[in-house]
C-alpha cells in the first residue's frame, strides 16, 4: 500500500456549497491559496451553477481565475452546457460533472430521472473533449440514499460504465449520507472495477456516521487510490442538517502519514487554512485532528484559536 | 468476519471517569441499567479508586451492587490490594488491573516504573484467583505516549505476555491517545498475538485524532474479535483537552451492523442513554451517529433532543 495516493481537496467546493453562511469571494480565493500552499495540488475551487439556488458558489469564476495562476490542477462543478461554457470562459481545463446513483435523489436534486441527467450533460463531455478539457465524474448516493433507501450496486456500476464510456478520465464514487461501511465499500469498488479501471475509481465519502476513514481504509485494502476530501471536514448533510460533512481532508492524511504513505501535506500549514474558514463560518471545524491539535496547541501556547 | 464480535462498555468507568463534571451514583446506575436494556452485555461500571485522585468514581460500590442484579457482566477497575478488597466486598466478579507499555505514562498515571506497577497488581491477581474471581488486564500507551512519543512494540508484547502469564483471561490493548493508524494496529495485534491468543486481545482505541474506527476493522480483518467502547464516545483525553475520548459504541454498532455482524443492540435505546448523560454533563455527545440521528429525529419529530 506504499504506493502513491491522490487527495482530491473539494473543501472550497462540496465543503462550502453546503455550508448555510456563504464564504465571499476573496476569502474562498485566499482559501484555495492556503490549500495549495499546504500542499494540495487538486483542489476544486467553484461550481458554475444557479446563483439563485446555490448562493455559496457565486463568482466561482473569479475563484478560478485567481486559482489558475497558482502550481497546482484546479477543478470546477458543471451540471449543464451554460455553465461549461462560463467554466470555459474562466479558463477552466478540468470541469466535474455529476450523475446519481439513485431516481429519488436525481429527482430531488436536480429536478430529472438518472437518464435525464446523464443526456444533459452528454452534449459537456463532448464540448469539453473538443476543448482538450478533462472531464471528472461524479456518482452520488453510491452507498444509499435519502429517499430510495438501498441502492443496489449493479445502478453505480452502470452509472460509473456510463460516465467511463463518454470519456470521463475519473469517476469519483459519492456516499452522500455516509451510511457505507467498510466490507460495503469494498464490494462495490471490486463490482465498479469491472467497468472501470481502479485507479481511476475516486473515493468521495462523507462522515456522517463516522464510518469514512474506516471505508477509505477498506478501499484503500481493495486497491482504490484516489481520494475526495475537504479541508476541516467542511460541509454538512442537507439530509441531516447538524451532521458531519465530506471527510476531513486533516483526517485521511493523519491516518495516510501514519500509515507511511507520504501525501506531500503540511499538517499545520492545512489547519491554518481550516481554522480561517471555520471562523468565517462562525463554527469550529469538525475534524477530529484539528480539533485534537487546535487543543493540544492552545494548551502549549496559551493562545486560541478558533 | 461473521463470526461473533464483544463489545465490552466501558462508559461508566473509562468514560466518565475522564469528564470532567462528575455524575451522581444514582444517575450512574440509572446510565448502566439504560446500557444493559438497550442490549449491552458487558459493562464496566466503575473503579475501586482514591475518590480524592478520581471524585468521578466516587460510590462504584453502590453502582456495582445495583448493577449486579441487572443481567450481564460488569467490570470493575482495582488499582490495589485495597481497591480490590472493596470492589470484593461490593461483589464483583471480574475486576480489571491497567499497567502502561510506556514508562512516562506510567510515571505520569501512577507515580511508579512498569515493573514497580506489575509487582503491585501481582497479589491482586493472586488473591483474585484464590476467590475464582476473573481479571482482565488493561495495557495503555500501546501505539504511543504523550510522554515518550513511540512505544516500541516489544514493550507491549512483553506487557502482554506479563498480565496473560499471570493469568488475566483478556488484555485489552489501549491507544490511550489515539494515535494509533490501521497499518500500526495490524502490526502491534499480529505481534501481540505470538504471546496471547487473538480471541483473548481486546482493542481499546480512543478516537482522539478519529482513527479509531479504521483501527477497528483493521483489527477485525487481522482476527480480534473484541472491541471496548463507551456510550456517545465519552471520555476526553487529559492530554489533549477538548479532544474526543474512547471510540463512541454508537459509531462501532453502526459500522459492524452495516458489515452483517449483529451485535444485539438497540440503536435508538443506546442513543437514548446517551442523550441522558450527556444533558448531566452538559455537553453534546461527540458520537458521529448520534448527532446524526439526533439531528434527523429532531427534523422529523420536530422536539428537541440533548
Redo the contacts between chains.
Keep these: 500500500?506504499s504506493d502513491t495516493i491522490r487527495i482530491v481537496e473539494v473543501g472550497p467546493r462540496d465543503g462550502l456549497q453546503n455550508e448555510k453562511m456563504p464564504v465571499g469571494v476573496a476569502d474562498r480565493i485566499a482559501f484555495v491559496a492556503a490549500l495549495v500552499d499546504a500542499g494540495l495540488s487538486t483542489v476544486e475551487v467553484g461550481a458554475f451553477v444557479s446563483p439563485k439556488a446555490v448562493p455559496q458558489m457565486v463568482g466561482s469564476d473569479e475563484v478560478l481565475r485567481a486559482s489558475l495562476k497558482l502550481p497546482g490542477e484546479f477543478h470546477v462543478l458543471v451540471p449543464n452546457e451554460k455553465g461549461y461554457e462560463a467554466a470555459r470562459a474562466a479558463g477552466a481545463q478540468v470541469v466535474a460533472v455529476f450523475a446519481s446513483a439513485s431516481e429519488g435523489f436525481s429527482r430531488a436534486n436536480i429536478n430529472c430521472s438518472v437518464a435525464e441527467s446523464i443526456e444533459r450533460f452528454k452534449p459537456v463531455i463532448a464540448r469539453a473533449q473538443a476543448d482538450g478539457v478533462r472531464v471528472r465524474g461524479y456518482i452520488s448516493c453510491v452507498l444509499g440514499c435519502p429517499f430510495d433507501g438501498q441502492v443496489p450496486v449493479q445502478a453505480v456500476v452502470d452509472a460509473a460504465t456510463t460516465l467511463w464510456d463518454l470519456g470521463c478520465y475519473e469517476v469519483s464514487l459519492g456516499d452522500t449520507i455516509?451510511?457505507?461501511?467498510?466490507?460495503?465499500v469494498r464490494e462495490l469498488l471490486r463490482a465498479c472495477a469491472e467497468a472501470v479501471p481502479m485507479a481511476s475509481l475516486a473515493m468521495h465519502f462523507h462522515?456522517?456516521?463516522?464510518?469514512a476513514?474506516?471505508n477509505?481504509?477498506?478501499g484503500l485494502?481493495e486497491g482504490a487510490r484516489v481520494i475526495d476530501s475537504a479541508a476541516g471536514g467542511l460541509g454538512g448533510?442537507p439530509?441531516?442538517?447538524?451532521?458531519?460533512g465530506n471527510v476531513?481532508t486533516e483526517?485521511v492524511v493523519?491516518?495516510l502519514e501514519?500509515?507511511?504513505i507520504s501525501t506531500g501535506v503540511d499538517m499545520d500549514k492545512l489547519i491554518a487554512a481550516t481554522n480561517g474558514v471555520s471562523s468565517l463560518l462562525g463554527r469550529p471545524p469538525v475534524?477530529?485532528?484539528v480539533?485534537?491539535l487546535?487543543?493540544?496547541n492552545?494548551?502549549v501556547t496559551g493562545t486560541t484559536s478558533s
Excluded at 178 to 184: D, E, R, S, W
Design positions: 500500500m455516509g451510511v457505507g461501511t467498510p466490507t460495503k462522515d456522517t456516521y463516522g464510518q476513514l474506516a477509505l481504509y477498506a485494502e448533510c439530509y441531516a442538517p447538524g451532521a458531519t476531513a483526517d493523519y491516518m501514519g500509515m507511511g475534524s477530529r485532528v480539533n485534537a487546535n487543543a493540544k492552545k494548551r
